[in-house]
């Protein structure tokens, strides 16, 4: 399938099957804003178990945490945001658009209405959105929605350290909302100014940064690999030297092969003590650890792999839409990894006559405490497997006339298609062996 086709064939599918809608739909829309229907927040929401399972529950060296989206305004002066959080913008003295400089194409023409050479001088433009905290709108309520949650992080690092007594290395995990005034944002959900972040900070002690950098580069390509992207499909760029951010010593991107080319999927960073040391010189706080054993005391380096919710949840779709031929008919099949499937077993009684609903909806109440399951009951049989496959069901089990004599069902596989015939009384175990 063509690039072009693929990107379009599945914000179709998002639209039509419930996973995002534009948001504020009904009124035209709103600026590039989107919003997860009823299967795109379960999607959503496994993106995020998944990275919270791998990064926080099954590692003894890593919290969680979940910090207020409003933070005080020292908080961008120490972290630099309010200096330098900004990107270059130009307009087109033809129409009018405005881009980011640094995104423009190399021919030089404006991507809106194709003139040449008629953009203007770049200027700054600041992506933080500013708000007012209580009644009165002056100076000294301003206050920004965060633009990452990592600051949550570093100004809770001793909090988090005192109270679960963790030694570096160890890791501070958030997910939650960041606000960007992007210039241009757009490739669907890959770039909205309003996303959710997946962002570890990991300490460590300061002779072992590097050794840390290069460990959560390789964890975090492993962990898309892990959940069904292929390999090839994903590549880690180091940055070059001219290309790092101020607080940077290295940083390497997770790049996904998106319908337009690569683009970051994943930032991973090397931020060394530059967080800790701003935060402790603004605040005044000792932000220092000392290891007791060694008999020192020293600021931790940092190391930050920063995830997309949202640019994640876009590459797990896009890898895994495919529209095939079997058996003489067309299918479009997501072959989305089962734990991140919106639901992960389909209850589908053969016909909708009374005499099957009872044992169906015996079977539903069994599953349901266990995976996310659909119970549907209209139109062919034929017809509810394909739209199983669509959203990436991986098991779908069939209630037949049989199933009230023989007390079995029959389970589909998306991906082979092959039917088995289950006992009901061992279909947790079936599924069980088959299900993450
Ligand atoms: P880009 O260069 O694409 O603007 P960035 O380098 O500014 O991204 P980071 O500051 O490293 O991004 O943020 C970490 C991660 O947060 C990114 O890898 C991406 O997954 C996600 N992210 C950042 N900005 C956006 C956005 N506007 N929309 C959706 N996700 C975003």
């Known amino acids: ?54 990064m926080v529950q099954l590692r003894d ?46 021919s030089g023409a404006c991507p809106n209405c194709g003139a040449k050479d008629s953009f203007t001088e770049a200027r700054q433009f600041h992506l933080m959105f500013k708000t007012h905290v209580g009644p009165v709108e002056d100076e000294a309520a301003v206050a920004y929605l965060r633009p990452e949650t990592a600051q949550g992080i570093f ?27 992007e210039i241009t944002p757009g490739n669907f959900i890959f ?31 492993d962990w898309y690999v892990d959940l069904g992207i292929p390999s090839d499909r994903l590549q880690l760029r180091p940055h070059d030297p001219d290309e790092l951010s101020h ?6 991107d997770v790049e996904f092969d998106y319908p337009w080319g690569w683009g970051e999927l994943e930032g991973i960073a090397n931020r060394a003590d530059f967080d800790l040391k ?28 920063s995830a997309g919710a949202d640019r994640a949840t876009l590459a797990f779709l896009l890898a895994a839409y495919a529209e095939e031929e079997v058996r003489g008919e067309r299918r479009t099949v997501l072959r989305l990894h089962p734990r991140l499937a919106p639901y992960q077993v389909a209850v589908l009684p053969l016909s909708k006559k009374d005499t099957l609903t009872p044992l169906a909806q015996e079977v539903l109440a069994l599953l349901q405490p266990r995976w996310m399951c659909e119970y549907d009951e209209t139109q062919s049989i034929g017809r509810r497997y394909r739209r199983q496959d669509e959203i990436g069901t991986p098991y779908a089990v069939t209630v037949d006339f049989d199933s009230i004599e023989d007390g079995a069902v029959t389970v589909r596989d998306r991906d082979s298609m092959e039917q088995d015939r289950v006992p009901i009384d061992g279909l947790v175990a079936y599924l069980d062996e088959r299900l993450p």
């Open 1 to 54: 399938m063509a690039k072009a086709d693929l990107m379009d064939r599945v914000v179709n599918l998002c639209k039509r099957r419930g996973l995002v809608f534009p948001s504020s739909e009904i009124y035209g829309g709103f600026r590039s804003t989107w919003d997860y229907g009823p299967l795109g927040v379960l999607l959503k929401r496994n993106v995020k178990d998944a990275w919270w399972r791998s």
């Open 191 to 221: 770039r909205t100014r309003e996303f959710e972040q997946m962002e570890l900070e990991y300490f460590v002690p300061p002779e072992d940064g590097g050794q840390w950098f290069e460990y959560w580069c390789q964890q975090r390509l």
């Open 61 to 106: 060296d890593v919290v969680g945490l979940d910090a207020a989206i409003l933070m005080a305004p020292r908080v961008w002066e120490a972290s630099g945001h309010l200096a330098t959080f900004s990107d270059p913008l130009v307009d087109c003295r033809n129409c009018k658009e405005r881009f980011r400089a640094d995104h423009l194409p190399e």
């Open 278 to 305: 701003q935060h402790a010189e603004y605040s005044g706080q000792d932000l220092t650890y000392f290891d007791q054993e060694a008999d020192r005391r020293y600021i931790p380096h940092v190391i930050e792999p």
């Open 155 to 181: 100004v809770n690092f001793l909090n988090a350290q005192t109270t679960t007594r963790k030694k570096p290395p160890f890791g501070i995990a958030q997910i939650g909302k960041a606000f960007r005034n």
């Open 247 to 252: 607080y940077s010593a290295a940083t390497a």
